[in-house]
């Protein structure tokens, strides 16, 4: 489709240009195609040694992590207008092969100052620092809001009386990690937090609990709970909790019996591989809502 016949979408306008700046994972998948179907072809640009190989067959441009603030001069090149940011990445920049551009030069001490805060304070200084550009920044929710977790129950399995307690356990521990801006997520059993989600991220927090049922150190507590809610503050739009159909394998592994999210703050990849998942193991995915006004 051309460029001036494309579909319209109400954050877009006929001749803009959207980019997806894609680490790991699903979620840039589903966005680009969700675009294209949509009659907006993307521009995606591949994190090298990130980014899903099949993201190739879309117009596309490879940046290696130690080259990533130059990623400013390749957006303004293809004349972007919006950016999203999506999937994540699974390693540090190696500081012996960081390229020292100009671009480079001008954006480190803004983000050695955002490092101060945390992580969500260096993801805003990236958004402002793309829209400094006159670049918009969007969330992936913005493009696809089916991708925000309702609220309730999405399984046929319910939590039960005691899960609730778990639910509740994980999630007072969630928001207290992320206040301090160390993590999203938390594990309950037994009513108490017996895990917090650190640098290793949701997968290896699971890892974690699945090793200590395996090392007895949980012995006889049987269920528990993954609990993910946004951070207090939270930069939504680079940054929001998700789950997707490994987390549900992960959490099973680890002897869960269910999982609850944000509803509304969080994202659920690939949906209906998460409830068929979850389905077949017995398990729940339930939406929190938001009750205190964050």
């Not at 509740?168 to 928001?175: D, I, Y």
């Not at 549900?248 to 999982?259: F, K, M, N, Q």
């Amino acid at each position: 489709m051309a460029r001036t016949e494309q579909a319209s979408h109400p954050l877009l306008q006929p001749g803009d240009t959207i980019a997806i700046v894609a680490g790991s994972g699903q979620l840039p998948i589903d966005l680009a195609k969700h675009l294209r179907d949509q009659g907006i072809p993307p521009l995606v640009v591949m994190v090298e040694g990130e980014a899903a190989p099949e993201l190739s067959e879309f117009d596309h441009e490879t940046i290696a992590l130690e080259e990533f603030p130059g990623f400013l001069p390749l957006l303004r090149r293809r004349k972007v207008t919006h950016a999203v940011f999506a999937g994540g990445i699974g390693r540090r920049p190696r500081l012996r092969d960081l390229k020292l551009t100009f671009a480079f030069l001008t954006f480190i001490p803004r983000a050695l100052m955002a490092l101060k805060r945390g992580d969500d304070g260096l993801l805003r200084t990236i958004a402002g620092v793309v829209e400094g550009q006159g670049i918009k920044v969007l969330g992936a929710h913005q493009i696809m809001p089916d991708l925000l977790a309702k609220a309730g129950s999405m399984t046929r399995v319910a939590p039960t009386k005691a899960d609730f307690a778990d639910i509740r356990a994980a999630e007072e521990a969630a928001l207290a990690i992320g206040l301090l801006d160390i993590g999203q997520a938390a594990v309950a059993v037994g009513g108490r937090a017996i895990a917090l989600e650190g640098i290793e991220g949701t997968e290896g927090l699971l890892q974690r609990v699945k090793d200590l049922r395996s090392h007895g150190r949980i012995a006889g507590r049987k269920r528990g709970v993954l609990a993910k809610c946004s951070k207090p503050g939270q930069e939504e739009r680079l940054d929001l909790p998700t789950i997707g159909p490994q987390t549900v394998r992960a959490a099973h592994e680890a002897g869960l019996a269910g999982i609850a999210v944000e509803a509304g703050h969080s994202l659920v990849v690939d949906f209906g591989k998460v409830v068929e998942e979850a389905d077949r193991f017995g398990m729940f995915v339930f939406g929190l809502a938001r009750e205190d006004g964050r």
